[in-house]
T-cell receptor, first 114, second 113 residues
Framework: QQQVKQSPQSLIVQKGGIPIINCAYE??????FPWYQQFPGKGPALLIA?????SEKKEGRFTISFNKSAKQFSLHIMDSQPGDSATYFC?????????????FGKGTRLSVIA | DAGITQSPRHKVTETGTPVTLRCHQT?????MYWYRQDPGHGLRLIHY???????DKGEVSDGYSVSRSKTEDFLLTLESATSSQTSVYFC????????????FGNGTRLTVT
């Protein structure tokens, strides 16, 4: 049973466009929602994270939108650049459960073309 | 990369042989994790550790075992490698385990022939 569903699997946008990656979850106990970015040949790295007490968080060109009632969250990349081409993973965890590790979505491969 | 070294970086082995992958950290983080990454499946947790000698299973633990005798080292063993275990394996560490960032190594590409 997949706990975090991510879409789309792949995405191609023009430079300057705004790619949007969506994630949905079922477990209402989840209370931490990070996004990771992975370049080829490297391990994933934390990009931005949000907690359910806010509906939006922005860091530079990256924004997370969070909809608690719909149990969905999404990543928006403003003014996308070819250097943003990477695989993006959403994740979730339940902090109150102590050692419970992050659960990841299946990833979205983003290509930004000039 | 946050003081995480995975070894080897690449390995080719034959079906039925045991294989051990090593993760070494210099950050003194309490939590360590082993994930595998496969096309179409994303990152799946194999095992994790929340302290020396304290480990627990993840969602795809069958066929794998782990050991952590020191804070800095977390070993992943494939007891008898199968072709379905061909994958890229990532080690990750985190300081507190809950809502603290995971820092990943650069992975080990394992091919089982």
């Amino acid at each position: 049973q997949q706990q975090v569903k991510q879409s789309p699997q792949s995405l191609i946008v023009q430079k300057g466009g705004i790619p949007i990656i969506n994630c949905a979850y079922e477990n209402t106990a989840f209370d931490y929602f990070p996004w990771y970015q992975q370049f080829p040949g490297k391990g994933p790295a934390l990009l931005i994270a949000i907690r359910p007490d806010v509906s939006e968080k922005k860091e530079g060109r990256f924004t997370i939108s969070f909809n608690k009632s719909a149990k969905q969250f999404s990543l928006h990349i403003m003014d996308s650049q070819p250097g943003d081409s990477a695989t993006y993973f959403c994740a979730a965890s339940d902090n109150d459960s102590g050692n419970t590790p992050l659960v990841f979505g299946k990833g979205t491969r983003l290509s930004v073309i000039a | 990369d946050a003081g995480i070294t995975q070894s080897p970086r690449h390995k080719v082995t034959e079906t039925g042989t045991p294989v051990t992958l090593r993760c070494h950290q210099t950050e003194n983080h309490r939590y360590m994790y082993w994930y595998r990454q496969d096309p179409g499946h994303g990152l799946r947790l194999i095992h994790y550790s929340y302290g020396v000698k304290d480990t627990d299973k993840g969602e795809v633990s069958d066929g794998y075992s782990v050991s952590r005798s020191k804070t800095e080292d977390f070993l992943l063993t494939l007891e008898s490698a199968t072709s379905s275990q061909t994958s890229v394996y990532f080690c990750a560490i985190s300081q507190t385990g809950v809502d603290s960032p995971l820092h990943f190594g650069n992975g080990t590409r394992l091919t089982v022939t």
